[in-house]
Structures are given as structure tokens and as C-alpha cells.
């Protein structure tokens, strides 16, 4: 891979470019060690890492795992989401492994930190077949809020049904905050490239995830170009800012020229440049640590790990999702 923009057109780097790889991003481990890893393979098997070298440690589920997200609760319990129909279904396991047991249909599981919240997206697959038969296929898209303890669950659609555009927009990855109250919620293109974003939406007040009460959408700021660049996804981190990929341009036929990825405030201001990435492959599966000192992302199929903010380094190859645990 090469580096993905030309110097002059990002902001400031906070961190040294690398001689082989994007600027701020190393291509060997350094020496300390990040807390564990889990991941999704490109076979779709869920796995746990070794942090230090990247190397499969335990097969937890062998096949039929879904990208771009897991999610680890404190307690050590894994959710991830499994091919089934058109919605998938989330189910859980040990981080020690065990028997999956099923908890709901959906995509995308985001456990909140006190373990007590599963916040997941209900939607059909961008898969034919999938959106059949729906004269109104918004309606077919949720973000649901499932207390762990009892199973009461509240779904969240997009908009209210007197705004609906006749657009789906997809949920693509999940992310709480401490307060354990309010979600990151990153939006997939709806049409053409367009339509991405990260909304932070307060689950105790949003009755939709896309606007209205409760909902703030994330503004880019910064260079190249604001107005045709957008976040890609967003995670929040400990301190309550977002980790996040910010990318350009949309629209259509896309124009890949930027990945940048910045720790940002909740106003999309940048704070801290990690690293500028690879511009033609997408920069997902975003996850901090919880004490805020580890990131990781996944560039394309390539696992990159970042100790505190500094020059991240390639720790592994084949992924389409990963995560602290």
C-alpha cells in the first residue's frame, strides 16, 4: 500500500511518518503490549489474539461470524452477530469460550460499559432479496435498545414516518459512551457515497436515531475539504471525545483521496492526530480501550494497533472486525 494523500492536503501530523507505511503508521509491534484482542477472520471466525504478535490464541466460533463488530463487556462476555436471513442474529459467549446462546435478530452489537444495555442495529442486509416486498423500506430499519436483564427492548426508527425520504440509512458500527446513556451511532452511505455520518444520540430522551430530541450529529471540521468530507465511523472514547475515521470525498463516482484518523471532541474539532491512513480501502472496526490508552482499526483487511495515541503499527492481516476484551 502507499501513502494516501499528498502531505499538503492533511492537517498537521501529530506523530512522525513512517518510511513504509502512511504517514504515522509503523509497520513492526513496539515493545509493549496492549490489553486482549478478539476478532472476526476473513472466514468468519471469531478469535482471541495474541496482543503482542497478532497469532490466534482460541477459536471461540468457527464459522458464520459477521464484521464490522464485537463488542466485550467487563464481565468478559463477547457479542457478535452470526449470518442468518436478512437481519443476521446476535448471540453471545465467554471470552474463555463455551456454547453461544442466541439473544435477538439483528447486526452490529455494542454492549454498554456496565454491562446492564445492548444497543444493536435491526435491519435487513444490502444483500437482493433482502428488501422485497416492503412498500416503505425505512421502516424495516431500527436501533434497538435491549436491557440484558429481563429482555425489555426500544426500537429507534431513523425518522418519524412524515419525514421518511424513502432512503434507508444503515447503521454500520455502535459505540457507548461512559455515562452509559448515550450511543455513537455511525451511519452508512445511503446513496451514491453520500449520506455518512456519526450521530450521538441520548437513549434516554431520542425517540429516532437520525434527528429530533436527544440527537447530535458530528460536524467535520478541519482540512482537505469540510464540506465534501465526512466521518466514516466513530467510537467514543473514556474521556467522552470520539476516535474517529474521517474520509474523503463523497459522492459519486467516489474520490478517494483522504483517510485520516483523529481523536476528535464531540463538536469535531481535532485534538490528536493518530495517523494518516491508506485512501483507498475503508477504515473500520474502530475500539479504544477502556481506559482510553489503547486504539485499534482495521485498514481493508489489516488490524492497526495504537498505544496512546501514538504511531500505530500492523499486528495482523485477514480481519473484518476486532476489538478490545
Not at 208 to 231: E, F, I, N
Not at 246 to 272: K, Q
Not at 310 to 325: N, V, Y
Request: hydrophobic share 35%.
Amino acid at each position: 500500500m502507499s501513502s494516501s494523500t499528498p502531505a499538503a492536503t492533511q492537517a498537521p501530523s501529530s506523530v512522525p511518518a513512517s518510511s513504509t507505511g502512511p504517514a504515522g503508521v509503523a509497520a513492526t509491534s513496539p515493545a509493549a503490549t496492549g490489553p486482549g484482542i478478539v476478532a472476526v477472520t476473513t472466514a468468519g471466525a471469531l478469535v482471541r489474539l495474541n496482543p503482542a504478535t497478532g497469532a490466534t490464541e482460541q477459536t471461540l466460533v468457527s464459522s458464520g461470524v459477521l464484521g464490522d463488530e464485537i463488542s466485550a463487556s467487563a464481565s468478559g462476555t463477547l457479542y457478535f452477530a452470526v449470518k442468518s436471513g436478512c437481519t443476521g442474529k446476535i448471540e453471545s459467549i465467554p471470552a474463555s469460550g463455551g456454547t453461544p446462546a442466541v439473544i435477538a435478530s439483528g447486526s452490529v452489537p455494542a454492549v454498554s460499559p456496565d454491562g446492564t444495555t445492548l444497543a444493536y442495529a435491526d435491519e435487513p442486509a444490502q444483500q437482493e432479496g433482502c428488501l422485497t416486498g416492503s412498500g416503505d423500506p425505512v421502516s424495516l430499519y431500527h436501533l434497538e435498545i435491549r436491557k440484558l436483564s429481563g429482555g425489555t427492548t426500544t426500537a429507534l426508527r431513523a425518522v418519524p414516518a412524515s419525514q421518511d425520504s424513502g432512503l434507508p440509512s444503515p447503521i454500520s458500527h455502535l459505540s457507548w459512551s461512559s455515562d452509559n446513556m448515550h450511543l455513537a451511532v455511525s451511519i452508512a452511505a445511503v446513496q451514491d457515497n453520500e449520506g455518512w455520518g456519526v450521530n450521538l444520540v441520548d437513549t434516554s430522551r431520542a425517540r429516532y436515531y437520525l434527528s429530533g430530541a436527544g440527537v447530535t450529529s458530528v460536524p467535520v471540521t478541519g482540512s482537505p475539504t469540510p464540506q465534501q468530507s465526512y466521518l466514516r465511523e466513530g467510537v467514543y472514547m473514556p474521556d467522552g471525545g470520539l476516535f474517529v475515521s474521517r474520509a474523503c470525498c463523497g459522492g459519486y463516482p467516489p474520490r478517494n483521496t483522504s483517510r485520516l484518523m483523529w481523536e476528535v471532541g464531540t463538536d469535531g474539532l481535532l485534538t490528536h492526530q493518530v495517523a494518516i491512513g491508506f485512501a483507498t480501502v475503508d477504515h473500520t472496526s474502530l475500539d479504544v480501550s477502556a481506559d482510553g490508552r489503547w486504539l485499534l482499526y482495521l485498514a481493508g483487511n489489516d488490524l492497526y494497533v495504537s498505544p496512546g495515541g501514538a504511531r500505530p503499527h500492523r499486528l495482523r492481516t485477514g480481519l473484518t472486525a476486532a476489538a478490545w476484551s
